[in-house]
């Protein structure tokens, strides 16, 4: 079976430090994972994802999530947060049965300060 | 032009009337699904269509019905609706040997 946590579910920051949203897998087999982001009254929209190529893995708009084995993670960072930013995130964990079911987490919400 | 369009985009309904969401897409994507948005609990899978003539049920079908009338088109009813099918609902698609899922922007349905 798989799972997904996010471990936060909201972040706040002020605008031009780092972010840290973070999420932890299970998986019986190597996951497919991905971030998205909701912004206010839009649909997902796909930030990065990991797909046992490298385990840094850069996206869209300065984010960037790196794959840890180790410690089941898929964290989610950004060197210098912007007001634009503020949205909410979504970690997701692939099904490997074949189906390409998608397991979404719960979401963390990130608040940006001026 | 969004490549997944849903239709409507909100909708308040009453308890017990049947309401159909639509949903469109100029992907060209074989595998079309069906989520619901509830604060707190992500996205819910309530059912997937891997092509025309496939359709499977997700983790929340009960009070669902889906149509795939074409490779393009994929909608959503609810036969009788009731309150706590108040939800945003999202439509997504994905190319059949691909993995991103590629969503809609929602349509938020109230029952009342």
């Known amino acids: 079976a798989q799972s997904v946590t996010q471990l936060d579910s909201h972040v706040s920051v002020s605008e031009g430090t780092p972010v840290l949203l973070r999420c932890n897998y299970s998986s019986s087999y190597s996951p497919s994972l991905f971030w998205y982001v909701q912004h206010p009254n839009k649909g997902l929209q796909l930030l990065l994802k990991?797909?046992?190529?490298?385990?840094l893995v850069k996206g869209i708009n300065g984010f960037e999530a790196e794959f840890k084995k180790s410690e089941t993670s898929f964290h989610l960072t950004k060197p210098s947060a912007h007001m634009s930013d503020a949205a909410e995130y979504f970690c997701?964990?692939?099904?490997?049965?074949?189906?390409?079911?998608?397991?979404f987490g719960t979401g963390t919400r990130l608040k940006v300060l001026a | 032009d969004a490549d997944v369009t849903q239709t409507p985009r909100n909708r308040i309904t009453k308890t017990g009337k049947r309401i159909m969401l639509e949903c469109s897409q100029t992907k060209g994507h074989d595998r079309m699904y069906w989520y619901r948005q509830d604060p707190g609990l992500g996205l819910r899978l309530i059912y997937y269509s891997f092509d025309v003539k496939d359709i499977n049920k997700g983790e929340i079908s009960d009070g669902y019905s889906v149509s795939r009338q074409a490779q393009a088109k994929f909608s959503l009813s609810l036969e009788s609706a009731i309150p706590n099918q108040t939800a945003l609902y999202f439509c997504a698609t994905q190319r059949q040997s691909g993995n991103t899922i590629y969503f809609g922007e929602g349509s938020w349905l109230t029952v009342v």
């Open positions: 990991y797909t046992s190529a490298a385990t």
């Open positions: 997701v964990v692939s099904s490997t049965s074949g189906t390409y079911k998608y397991i």
